[in-house]
Structure formats: structure tokens, C-alpha cells
């Protein structure tokens, strides 16, 4: 099959496949792909300051990056979500996402999306909302100018805002996503919260995971959302709220404000045993567990000119040797993993 061919693409959709179950009985579904392991800001706690990128000879071309997301979707995978790095600096990203939503009107995938940190969504809001996208996440782990310069090294917070703002003209709903940060937003996050149900968004927090050397001692800015959950439930009413995305996220409902959050908590709370999820790098690389150092080298299948089939098996194998779990420890001396979140795709 030709990467781009849309009506391969429909006929291999509807025939019977080898699905992805792994070792332990889950199915695998999401596929995050990390297009890109470059990005246009440097947080403090994903990037060190002076990164060494990657040779773009080492990186997936669009056609790799699709060939290799689609056998995915012929495989069973229902969403796909985009990331890096920042998804928008790569080069020619709107082409695949335009090629990628020809499994979106074939039927084979329930939902194509993206993490960004929203600095140059304005002006791609409306391509992406012509090419499929419903929804959309966005990091954001503070209102204050300042702050949010000094976490990013040299953002502007104003033009995540309009982009923000852009896509929600554009009919596409917004996610936010706030990394936890006890010395920096921890005060702040009642505030983050309000604003974004405000504007009819949800957001979830997330605990730093210890992904990769970066400069700041993570030990001191790791904030357990145990503590921030019994935080805001003194002055918020909290209720359960059982929605399920297959993710590893806790959601309640603020009776106050009515807007959903979510809890991701990977280190006071092992989300593992539903997990239906594997990454692939930009560089080809399947990783079927965020914490831990597995890797097949699926780059190298396909530059050794793979049949469909040899593909396919290369990726069942894969899946078959899924870890059962993580073990993070944000104690720890090293990170978990030498590779950093940027690489892998948030
Ligand atoms: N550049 C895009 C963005 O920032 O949304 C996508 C990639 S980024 C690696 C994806 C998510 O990972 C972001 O929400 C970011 O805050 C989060 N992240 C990065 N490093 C992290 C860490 N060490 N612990 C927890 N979350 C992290
Ligand atoms: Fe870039 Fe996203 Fe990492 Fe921040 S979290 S440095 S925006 S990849």
C-alpha cells in the first residue's frame, strides 16, 4: 500500500486484521505519535536549556510518520494523537494531518488529536478544525506573564491565549493540561482552574514525572495532587465524575464552577492496569510504556523496505511484550527513563 492512498487506506480498514491485545489482555487503541522532538519553548521541567536535537536524518519523514501511524489504525487503533516536541514547528504537519483524516472519514478512527503548547495555534486553528479535529490539548501551567516566560525560557503567554481563543472560534474544543508545580503554580491553580471552566474548558493536572535530565531538582517541585485535591475540596464541592476517556486521568466535577478536571498522577496513583496506550518517537522508535525503557526499533523495519505483513508482525511483537506497569519514583536519584518527555510525546 501507498502511504497516501485513500482507498488502500478504506480496503485494508475493513478487512480482518491481527488486533492489538497484549500479554496481559489489553487492548491497545491510542497511539500517540511525537512528530517532531524539536520545540520553539524549553519548560523547565521537560527540556534542559541547551538540548542536542536529533540529526533529521534519524527523523521519520511525513510518509514514514503516516505509513507507520496508519498500519496502527489497520491494526485497531481508534484514536491518534500528535505531539513532540511541539507538533506545530515541524514542517509540513498540516499535510499529515490532512492525510491522516482520510482514516477519520473512512471510519477507522474515532478521533485524531493533538498536545501543543499553543503558541502558533492561531494561525493553523482553522485548517485544523477543515481536517477533522474535535478537540485539542493545550499546556498551560499559569496565567501570569512573568512566570509563564520564566517556566517556558522566553514564552509569550498572549499568544497561547489567542490561540486558544482561535480554535474555540473554530469550533474545536479545548483541553488544558497544568504540570503541578509546588514553587511556582501551586497557589495559582484555583485561579488556572476557574478561568478555564470560565471558558468552557476542561483541564487537568499533572504530577512531573521523572523524565529525562533537565537542570531543576524535580524532588522540590513535585506536588502530590493528593494534597491539591484535599486543598481544593475546602472550599469546592468536588463530585466524582466517572467519565472515561481510557486514559489515565481521575475526573471530578466542581460543583461551583461546573467544569470538569481531571487528576493525572502517576506517581501517588498507578493508572496501569487499563492502560491501552503506546508512543511512537519521531525517530520510529514504539515505546509501549511511558516509564520504562522499552523500545522496538520500527524505523528500521520500514527503511529495510518491510512487506505490510513484516511490518504488522514487527508491531505485534511489540505489543506483545508490553510491561505490565511502571514503577516511577520521584525520589529517585536518576529519572525513571533517560529519555525525555519531548522525546517520547506527552
Ligand atoms: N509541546 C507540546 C506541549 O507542551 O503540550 C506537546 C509535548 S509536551 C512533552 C506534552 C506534555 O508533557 C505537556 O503537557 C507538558 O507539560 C508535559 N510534560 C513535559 N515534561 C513533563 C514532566 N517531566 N512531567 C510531567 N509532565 C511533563
Ligand atoms: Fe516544548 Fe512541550 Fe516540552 Fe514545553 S512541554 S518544552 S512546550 S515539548
Sequence with gaps: MTPYDDSAAQAVSTASRPVLIDGFGRAVTYLRVSVTDRCDLRCVYCMSEHMTFLPKADVLSLEELDHLASAFVTMGVRKLRLTGGEPLVRKGFMTLVERLSRHLRSGALDELTLTTNGAQL???ADDLARH???????????LK???FRSLTRGGDLARVIAGIDAVQ????AVKLNAVALKADNAAELPELIRWAHGRGCEITLIETMPLGEVEQDRTDQFLSLKDVRRDLSSFWTLEDDHHATGGPARYVRVAETGGRLGFITPLSHNFC???????????????TCLGREDASDLRAVIRAGASDADLERAILAAIGGKPKGHDFQIAAARPAVTRHMSTTGG
Design 122 to 124: 492561531e494561525r493553523y
Design 132 to 142: 477533522g479535529v474535535r478537540r485539542i490539548n493545550v499546556s498551560l501551567d499559569t
Design 145 to 147: 506573564p512573568g512566570l
Design 169 to 172: 472560534a473554530a469550533g474545536i
Design 273 to 287: 492496569e487499563a492502560c491501552n496506550r503506546v508512543r511512537l518517537t519521531c525517530t520510529g522508535t514504539l515505546h
